[in-house]
């Protein structure tokens, strides 16, 4: 008898996509979403369209379509009344504008979250609700957001935006994802509006990838740079840049692997953080996500010379994912109790590396939490959209 697991393999090099996009037996993905997503069928349908048109920003330099959010650290400076404000690293100001980062990332939960709804029960409603939204942000010229951060994290006294503030975007890696989905599935309504989606963002990735703050963005060396580069991938592979996608590929294994993980596993960047647990798992779930869309299993365990990978950081985390009492350094000074959540990067490393245990650490972590600032921070929600 040839032996089960021989004929697998030889499946897989017969089907390189399913290389790619392994289902292990036993995770049952769609049934477990099924599960998830269906009580919240009816408040995402009813939920109606808000773009950043409808939600002034007094601060704000530029017009009511333009983007514009605070830099999440900055405190008036007790030493300066009325000058610039200043760091306090890993405490969040309260008091900074964050309404048109809300409206973003409402939109980034709701528009995944119909289009994984329709891929499980092909029902038009769920299509139609999300078209609703993407025309409302990306088409009608009254309410679509201009494709550009040039106003994102600013900072009171001292500038109007900065380069950091693209990681804003972040928050619809997983729209895009949606949009690619509807597509390749022909979801009903969609050929109408598909011209405005792509163009937005064509015009985009065109900022992201041309523009000062965004060429200076994609060269951070910490989780911004890896948060760039998600976004650039996503968006490419939505509207076919493949020039974008191979140079996505190599600055992973070029740059930001060699740069961002050590030999070990850890994450030194981010561990040196006042917030390192959930920096870490953070920036551990960009990376996954990134090496799963450009390359799938193959890079996810991809290693350097040295012996760096994406699959060595998850296996540095892992243990602390299960049990964050042992965590060897100390607590984050902000929401320690809000992580872990079912973090994306132990799926697609359990996947990707045939590893039940990490798959079973995702399968019983939170995959909806409510706290403002841990969603923020969670922003690959969707499995259906990626698998």
Not at 81 to 97: A, E, I, L, W
Not at 227 to 256: E, H, K, N, P, V
Not at 345 to 359: I, P, V
Request: overall charge neutral.
């Amino acid at each position: 008898m040839i032996p089960r697991r021989t004929l697998l393999l030889a499946a897989l090099i017969a089907a390189p996509a399913a290389w790619a996009r392994p289902q292990p037996i036993g995770l049952d993905i769609r049934a477990i979403e099924r599960r998830r997503l269906m009580p919240q069928a009816e408040a995402l349908i009813t939920a109606e369209p808000r773009t950043i048109a409808a939600i002034p920003a007094p601060r704000s330099p530029a017009g009511p379509r333009d983007y514009y959010s605070e830099g999440d650290y900055w405190w008036p400076d007790a030493a300066n009344p009325g000058g610039p404000y200043v760091r306090r690293d890993g405490r969040s100001n309260p008091d900074k504008f964050d309404g048109h980062r809300d409206a973003l990332i409402a939109f980034g939960r709701t528009v995944p979250a119909l289009a994984a709804l329709w891929d499980l029960t092909s029902e038009a409603r769920f299509a139609d609700a999300a078209m609703r939204h993407l025309h409302a942000w990306f088409v009608d010229s009254k309410t679509r957001m201009n494709p550009n951060l040039d106003h994102a994290q600013a900072i009171i006294g001292a500038n109007t935006g900065r380069a950091i503030g693209v990681i804003d975007t972040l928050q619809i890696v997983e729209v895009a994802r949606a949009a690619t989905l509807f597509g390749k599935k022909n979801a009903p309504g969609y050929a109408a509006i598909r011209a405005g989606v792509d163009s937005w963002f064509a015009e985009y990735l065109s900022w992201l990838t041309t523009s000062p703050f965004g060429t200076e963005e994609r060269d951070e060396t910490n989780n911004h740079g890896t948060c760039w580069l998600l976004q650039a991938a996503s968006f490419a592979a939505l509207i076919g840049r493949d020039d974008i996608l191979a140079d996505a590929r190599a600055r992973l294994q070029t740059i930001i692997v060699p740069t961002q993980i050590a030999a070990d596993g850890r994450q030194p960047l981010e561990l040196a953080r006042t917030k390192p647990f959930a920096y870490s798992l953070f920036n551990l779930d960009v990376l996954a996500a990134s090496a799963w869309l450009l390359g799938g299993r193959e890079l996810i365990g991809w290693q350097t010379a040295d012996g760096r990978s994406i699959a060595g950081a998850i296996a540095w985390m892992a243990p602390y994912i299960a049990d964050k009492a042992a965590w060897p350094l100390p607590p984050d000074i902000e929401y320690w109790d809000g992580f872990p959540v079912r973090q994306p990067s132990l799926l697609f490393g359990g996947l990707a590396q045939e590893r039940g245990d990490w798959l079973a650490i995702w399968r019983r972590l939170d995959p909806d939490p409510v706290i403002g600032e841990v969603v923020r921070n969670f922003p690959v929600r969707q499995p259906l959209l990626w698998i």
